[in-house]
């Protein structure tokens, strides 16, 4: 089975891609797998066809529950820095697609989940039992400044502290401090939040959204090799290896981590 499932739809105005993580049974994710959507997510950028994306899951439990524990906790220290790298660099990718890109949450969205949430121009969630949150700060990771910088622009001002220190939120309170735009009861009336946002975005000229997208992203992307210079010499600390090790081995092993 592929890591990711590609179908595409005809919605008013033009041609949709719907890929759906599916990676195992929490839809965790690694560096190879990574790159495998990006190769996608590239593919489709530059197909003229396509006039915008959505990323999803069939999980009903996980949208994406971030980088692969079991993965980590068997990675050689001296690619640890490449291997948790990758989401951030992905996240860079992700908010250079000029086409519009919309996130449908429905279920657990943590750590890489959320980041991979916080990439797309939009952010549908579901009510119940989904939730989202950035969980690095208990893995011991300093969340990168990319990130930040990105919590910034959407998050209202009094709550981006609790946003960035691993706050697990559910779909209305995400959406009460500004983290996800529309939330629905269930996968369908999901879906037709998100047809409904491409089909108002479709009625403009593509290049209008990309133009606009680049100068809403420009702080973003003009301070990004700063941020991934300070990611990478986080990576590299031993201190920071030393402890999300411990946290990956804690997580497979169900119990709380040790950290120094």
Request: aromatic share 10%.
């Amino acid at each position: 089975m592929s890591n990711f499932h590609v179908e595409e739809k005809e919605l008013k105005g033009g041609k949709t891609s719907f890929i759906a993580i599916q990676t195992n049974e929490q839809n965790s994710i690694t560096r190879d797998q990574i790159l495998e959507l990006q190769s996608i997510l590239t593919k489709l950028n530059e197909d003229a066809s396509v006039k915008g994306i959505v990323i999803h899951s069939e999980n009903e439990k996980f949208f994406c529950n971030g980088m692969d524990a079991k993965h980590i906790s068997t990675t050689p220290q001296e690619k640890l820095a490449e291997e948790m790298g990758e989401i951030i660099k992905f996240f860079v990718f992700m908010s250079n697609i000029y086409k519009p890109l919309i996130a449908e949450i429905a279920g657990y969205a943590m750590g890489g989940g959320a980041v991979l949430s916080l990439a797309c121009d939009y952010r549908m969630m579901m009510t119940g039992k989904a939730r989202i949150s950035f969980t690095e700060v208990f893995f011991g990771l300093p969340l990168p400044g990319v990130l930040i910088e990105k919590t910034k622009m959407v998050v209202l001002p009094q709550h981006v502290n609790d946003v960035i220190y691993g706050t697990n939120y559910k779909a209305e309170e995400a959406k009460e401090i500004g983290f996800i735009h529309e939330i629905a009861n269930n996968k369908e009336d999901l879906r037709k939040l998100t047809i409904r946002k491409l089909e108002a975005l479709y009625k403009f000229p593509l290049s209008a959204f990309q133009g606009t997208k680049e100068s809403l992203h420009f702080h973003l992307s003009q301070y990004a090799d700063a941020h991934m210079k300070a990611l990478d010499k986080n990576f590299k600390t031993p201190i920071i290896q030393k402890n999300l090790m411990e946290a990956m081995n804690a997580f497979g092993e169900k119990r709380r981590p040790n950290f120094e």
